[in-house]
């Protein structure tokens, strides 16, 4: 049995204090919550004070990138050491908006994904298709694609800090959630690909979170597929009522 993981990525939102205030309103909320990995993953200049908020928590905190270097001449960048300096034991890898705007490459990520679990982080690597890659009947090419490159070089040991988040991209900030048989073919479909390449020791311990649109109503249904292990939440993790509620449906 999988434990669940539901992760909140706030994206580029919320100012330090706004986070803290999140955070401190989350807590109680939350605090009697077991058999579920509970992540928030604010902005970097917010993480150090919420690392602080956290204390003694059952919340953890991730990060929503990194850089593949622990130090040096690489401006505007934050290596894993950093995060965990700031308190962080997770960063997101992968997101389809460094896809997008970043031009961040299988390979690139590939590259990150191997620093941070070598840095000692664990990691919800992103994957997903386009609708248009859906539309013309690419999507699984698509996802082959982005786990074989993405997850290259893996150890089985990698996988005990390594989840993957599905999130197709046309479910992302739209409203329009995948269907639970949606995700549940997708999820279904990856970790097949996770059994054909790491085997099925790894296949069966390996989380796989889905993420676009989910809300605190759509959440169960979404988490009753078997191959859906929780979720990845944009917007409905910015108040803390919702996402409180969203990770008690997630049981
Ligand atoms: P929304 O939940 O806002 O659709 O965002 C999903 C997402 O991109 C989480 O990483």
Redesign the pocket.
């Known amino acids: 049995m999988r434990k669940p993981l539901v992760a909140g990525?706030w994206?580029m939102n919320k100012l330090v204090g706004e986070s803290l205030a999140l955070v401190n309103a989350l807590k109680p909320l939350v605090k009697d919550v077991e058999g579920v990995d509970i992540v928030v993953c604010p902005v970097f200049t917010a993480l150090h004070a919420v690392a602080d908020a956290l204390k003694g928590s059952n919340i953890q905190l991730g990060a929503q990138n990194c850089f593949t270097r622990e130090s040096g001449a690489y401006t505007g960048e934050v290596s894993p050491q950093m995060l965990k300096d700031a308190g962080c034991t997770w960063t997101?890898i992968g997101?389809?908006?460094r896809r997008q705007y970043f031009n961040e490459s299988d390979e690139f990520l590939n590259e990150k994904l191997r620093f941070a679990l070598a840095s000692g982080l664990k990691v919800m690597f992103?994957i997903g298709e386009t609708l248009e890659e859906r539309e013309s009947g690419r999507m699984n090419d698509v996802l082959v694609r982005q786990i074989t490159n993405g997850l290259m070089g893996l150890s089985e040991a990698d996988f005990d800090n390594t989840s993957i988040?599905y999130?197709p991209v046309w479910?992302?900030?739209?409203g329009v959630t995948a269907t639970p048989e949606q995700a549940e073919e997708a999820h279904a479909f990856v970790r097949g690909l996770v059994r054909d390449q790491f085997g099925e020791a790894v296949a069966d311990k390996v989380r796989i979170q889905y993420?676009?649109?989910?809300k605190p109503d759509n959440v169960a249904s979404l988490m009753a597929k078997p191959n859906v292990d929780g979720s990845?939440?944009?917007?409905?993790s910015l108040k803390a009522d919702g996402f409180a509620e969203l990770v008690r449906k997630s049981l």
């Open positions: 990525n994206k997101i997101h389809s908006e992103c988040a999130e479910a992302i900030g739209t993420g676009g649109s989910v990845l939440v944009g917007g409905a």
